[in-house]
């Protein structure tokens, strides 16, 4: 043996290199230079919950090296072991980029990685925070230990309990974690029950750990996504909004007409000799810039068609001769032919051409006419059956892209811009906001799950009206600011007006730039679509058109809510019964008690219900059946009269708010009538109409109930799950490293032997 | 008491005979053999039963006998009853994951985002089975050539026999069998398992003389090639370990990309239809018409494939064959003059 070691430590070898190492840090020699065991230098490492980002980040180094080491086939178990950890994230890595990628929202492609980050944490957090911490807290016992080897490997101290190292614990470790035990002191081998009730505790806070993590980590993980979610939507809107406005700013209309596009370049030099059909007209609509337009493109889908029409139709030798092969005498044919250049033979009509073909034939005056229509049909069959190639279209394909390169780049920053702020997609700001002013609503109700189940069924106010009613005045005040101030901001953020004023410059420098240039090109009926004096039609009045509406729709929903909640509480103070009551006197209309009360319950369900299409209906639909005089009160009541309420008591009450509100009605007010009076064509169509009436209560009330429902259905479900497993598991950590009878025996003993 | 575990030693060993799926004779095993018996013949009658049988048998235990041990804290529990017990989490914490991404569908009363969450659920949920799939099957893509080349089967079994210490509440059942697999540890295979053994042939060193074979480096001495075959299987061993692990988590990755494609939105249990899924969602994981998954789909797929052919290449062939091995106790360490101890 000792031969075989003297070897293996004096051989310098490189083959031997490998197992020398083991051995040398194994063993050494003594004075007498006989082998010996090294000096044992395994140590405890300093205990802690969580550990330093340092150490983890050189673990992690040597993880690497280790990986390549072992794929030329040198590894030890240890290293084997940490590898299968780091392939673990690098898989998780690549899964979670490929769902990055594929995720169409940015909230989701966050919260992919999100999602890896608190799966993994949940996994490393768990067995810390529910095992090891309280059981450490309560006996001292750090079940997770770490020490370090005598090769400097990090190991876990309690990993296999047949290999005791709890040897390494020092005189105080031992005496701390006794104590705490409540070890008894005169146990004449106290060490030894100490460390047997450590190893218990760390094989019954191991197994614990297995039995819990699999039900643990998974909703742990989904529940801090959860919490995370919206910190995260604040940021990430914060960064869509301040990203695009900078991109905005930053674009220039001119300055990059120069450049020259080159995808359909590519094309057309490869394809030059392609027939042009559906097909290759398809690839090259794909290959031009895109403008996103479905009008826009069916423009120039048509305008190709007639170029290539074009083409077909310009008359030229070949397609004559081709015509008239066999059919006409070849030597008046090349005669005729002759005596005509390229250009007027294109200049010409094909009636031209056959009358000229026709005179030089020498037939009677009868013949001459039966022989041109004959003529003129044969070329025109020819020259229908002519093809066209992309090769032919190229000059003028490159011209439309090179004219279209920058307003298609520029129209997509105005569209982020726009789309960051009112787009319809969630995760928008306007989303957002919309969800913040939900939440607020229902949160300050205090909503039972029975009371959301009955919303979400049918979308009954009632319960809201019932739960407003009973709010005192402070909380109601105090809701109502949180809505407006949630109101403000959406105006402030979007800034409508600032928003409005930066879409339209942009989208009129952007288009007309481009109008400019397809003018330029030659491309006069395209540069019409995008921008002219009329407006209407074109493509930079559909943007603003778009961005306005959304603009107004929004706050048009959201003022309705603020209208709606006002007039309950009008109604519970008693205002607009008196309000009700006098204009159905004024009216000469029924105004005893009853009559008001239905007029009331009317223009409440006018509020919280009517559609677009109600309103198209002038209130007449199957949902209202107004008469003329009902519907002339209800619309002054909710529409008019901006400035009376104002004086009234609840804008005395709270200024602010009715401020904000009359300000809006009275901006949008004659707007609205005039869409519910269908006086004004402008205003009267269904999108204008939309935007200005915003979202039934109703519809909006019924669809938030099954969000919230839904959602709090599932955190009852996970949440409750999440603290049953922590309970047990907690508990049990707490029941764990009972004394054996061994040691209670001699606990006994030293009691009775005094 | 020592007289008492030599009793149950006997009585057990009888029971250990019972579970050696078919071989019933106790003569068959090698003279070696030090109460633990390697599994390679019933590998070779009944490769899918026994392992499907060694699974089972983990699987019930993670459950219910190693739980009980640890709980207790017993003196006998092992670092292979915790290894065990680590699928515990697996199966529980997929189970849990499935139920995170489906438990709220019952309760949306909305029917078009009913349908929208249940197409994410089933996504969901398919991931976390074809994760789990892809992850163990993906791992053969390397072991099976290896041992299709060089004959070593890294997952060779053998039942392992352990004698335990008695107990407070246990004084009598103190054997308990562990299935263990030859090459688990790289620092310490089970070499003693393959001298003598009767399976591979009539020598003692009939296993390495076979690899030797396989690895194209018997040079006919067959009374040493243990010593030159050990550390080129050991190396053969690492690589494929780590290659096996590499590639399965990404294998698990593309797994899950496959589930997440269109077609699994709706969910069939048709076996045929299940297949055409399949068939569809791989295709559009490789061809998605958006260009940017497509081009992931494309990478994920392509690092899968090519870290299992460069673990291929480089557990296939032998690129320390003129450097010697570096993992071996090399054979210059050995006193050739000197009679060697095996065993």
């Known amino acids: ?396 394909m ?206 409440k369900s006018v509020l919280s219900g009517a559609t677009p299409s109600d309103y198209a209906e002038k209130l007449k639909s199957a949902n209202f059946r107004l008469d003329n005089d009902e519907y002339k009160i209800i619309t002054d009541i909710l529409f008019k009269n901006g400035e009376q309420e104002a004086a009234s008591g609840l804008a005395a009450h709270k200024k602010e708010i009715m401020d904000r509100l009359v300000n809006w009605k009275n901006n949008m007010t004659p707007d609205l009538s005039r869409a519910v009076s269908g006086s004004s064509d402008a205003a009267s169509n269904a999108t204008q109409r939309s935007a200005l009436s915003g979202k039934p209560i109703t519809d909006w009330i019924k669809e938030s109930a099954k969000d919230i429902y839904t959602s709090r259905k599932w955190l009852k479900i996970f949440g409750g799950a999440m603290i049953v497993i922590a309970g047990i598991t907690l508990v049990t950590g707490l029941i764990l490293g009972h004394k054996s009878k061994m040691e209670k025996q001699a606990e006994k003993e030293i009691k009775t032997n005094g | 008491m020592v007289d008492k575990i030599g009793v149950q030693n006997y009585t057990n060993m009888k029971s250990l005979s019972a579970l050696t799926f078919g071989s019933k004779d106790a003569e068959k095993r090698s003279k070696c053999e030090n109460h633990d018996r390697l599994m390679a013949e019933d590998i070779k009658k009944h490769p899918i039963s026994t392992r499907l049988k060694i699974q089972s048998d983990k699987l019930r235990k993670a459950f219910t006998k190693y739980p009980v041990k640890g709980f207790k804290g017993s003196k006998n529990a092992n670092f292979y009853e915790f290894l065990t017990m680590g699928s515990v989490p697996y199966l529980t914490g997929s189970a849990m994951l499935i139920a995170v991404f489906n438990g709220a569908r019952a309760f949306i009363s909305d029917e078009a985002k009913k349908q929208a969450a249940a197409k994410l659920g089933n996504k969901m949920g398919l991931g976390v089975l074809f994760y789990g799939i892809a992850k163990v099957l993906s791992k053969k893509l390397i072991e099976i050539p290896v041992k299709w080349k060089h004959g070593i089967d890294v997952n060779l079994p053998y039942i392992k026999k352990i004698d335990e210490l008695p107990e407070e509440d246990n004084k009598n059942n103190l054997v308990s069998y562990e299935y263990h697999k030859a090459y688990e540890s790289v620092d310490f295979p089970r070499w003693d398992l393959f001298y003598n053994n009767k399976f591979y042939g009539e020598d003692r060193n009939s296993y390495f003389s076979k690899i030797a074979d396989k690895m194209n480096i018997n040079d006919g001495d067959l009374e040493h090639a243990d010593q030159k075959v050990k550390p080129k299987i050991k190396e053969k061993v690492i690589q494929t370990k780590v290659f096996s692990t590499l590639i399965s988590y990404l294998w698990a990755a593309v797994g899950v990309g496959v589930a997440m494609q269109k077609p699994w939105e709706k969910l069939s249990f048709n076996l045929k239809e299940i297949g055409s899924k399949f068939v569809k969602s791989c295709k559009e994981f490789v061809n998605n018409p958006n260009p940017a998954a497509r081009t992931a789909g494309r990478v994920l797929l392509g690092a899968a494939v090519g870290m299992t052919l460069l673990g291929n290449f480089l557990t296939l062939f032998d690129f320390n064959k003129d450097k010697g091995s570096k993992t071996q106790a090399a054979s210059s360490l050995i006193d050739e003059s000197k009679e060697k101890v095996v065993c």
């Open chain 1, 1 to 396: 043996m000792s031969n075989v070691l003297n070897s293996i430590l004096t051989n310098n070898s490189t083959e031997n290199k490998h197992n020398s190492y083991v051995y040398k840090h194994t063993f050494t020699f003594d004075s007498e230079g006989r082998v010996k065991p090294k000096e044992d230098k395994a140590k405890l490492l300093p205990s802690r919950i969580f550990g330093s980002p340092v150490e983890y980040a050189k673990d992690l180094k040597k993880d690497v090296v280790n990986i390549g080491r072992a794929m030329k086939g040198q590894a030890n178990d240890h290293e084997l072991g940490r590898i299968n950890d780091v392939a673990m994230k690098i898989g998780s890595l690549a899964l979670a980029c490929y769902l990055f990628v594929k995720n169409p929202l940015k909230l989701n492609k966050t919260m992919e990685f999100v999602g890896l980050g608190t799966f993994f944490g949940s996994m490393a957090l768990w067995p810390k925070l529910a095992i090891q911490a309280p059981i450490k807290a309560r006996t001292g016992v750090d079940i997770h230990q770490k020490y370090i080897d005598s090769q400097g490997r990090k190991k876990m101290m309690f990993q296999d309990p047949q290999y005791d190292l709890t040897d390494l614990y020092s005189r105080e470790d031992l005496d701390r974690i006794g104590k705490k035990l409540k070890v008894n002191e005169n146990l004449p081998d106290r060490d030894r029950f100490i460390k047997q009730r450590a190893k218990k505790l760390a094989t019954q806070g191991n197994t614990l750990w297995m039995m819990s993590a699999g039900l643990a980590a998974p909703v742990m993980s989904a529940l801090t996504c959860n919490v995370l979610e919206k910190p995260i939507t604040n940021v990430l809107e914060q960064h869509a909004l301040n990203s695009t406005k900078k991109a905005m700013e930053a674009l220039k209309a001119e300055g990059i007409d120069s450049k020259v596009w080159e995808a359909i370049q590519k094309y057309v030099s490869e394809n030059g000799q392609t027939v042009l059909n559906e097909d290759s007209l398809k690839e090259i609509m794909k290959k031009l810039p895109d403008v996103n337009s479905s009008d826009f493109s069916g423009n120039i889908r048509k305008y190709i068609s007639s170029l290539a029409d074009n083409i077909k139709n310009t008359l030229n030798k070949n397609v004559i001769n081709e015509a008239l092969k066999g059919k006409f005498d070849q030597a008046t044919l090349e005669k005729v032919l002759g005596e005509m250049s390229d250009d007027v033979i294109s200049q010409s009509s094909v009636e031209d051409i056959a009358r000229k073909l026709a005179n030089a034939s020498g037939l009677s005056h009868g013949k001459k006419n039966k022989l041109i229509g004959e003529l003129t049909k044969l070329i025109k069959d020819t020259q229908s059956k002519q093809t066209v190639t992309v090769g032919q279209i190229g000059e003028q």
């Open chain 1, 398 to 603: 490159q011209k439309l892209g090179n004219s279209l390169v920058n307003f298609s780049s520029g129209k997509k920053v105005i569209e982020k811009f726009i789309h960051a702020r009112v787009g319809e997609e969630s995760g928008t700001y306007i989303a957002n906001q919309w969800g913040r002013v939900t939440n607020t609503l229902f949160k300050s109700l205090h909503l039972s799950n029975s009371e959301l189940k009955a919303l979400q069924k049918d979308g009954n106010y009632e319960i809201i009206t019932k739960k407003l009613a009973e709010l005192p005045a402070d909380k109601y005040d105090k809701l109502m600011n949180k809505l407006l101030k949630l109101i403000e901001d959406y105006e402030t953020k979007t800034g409508a007006d600032e928003m409005m004023n930066a879409v339209s410059t942009k989208a009129k420098e952007v288009c007309g730039a481009a109008g400019r240039k397809l003018t330029e090109n030659g491309f006069d009926d395209l540069a019409k679509k995008v921008t002219s004096e009329a407006k209407a039609g074109t493509i930079e009045n559909e943007i603003t058109q778009r961005a306005s509406s959304r603009i107004l729709g929004a706050k048009s929903s959201f003022y309705r809510l603020i209208q709606w909640m006002d007039i309950l509480k009008k109604e519970q103070s008693g205002e607009l019964k008196s309000q009700v009551a006098e204009a159905l006197k004024a009216a000469g209309k029924d105004s005893s008690d009853d009559a008001v009360k239905a007029m009331i319950e009317k223009c």
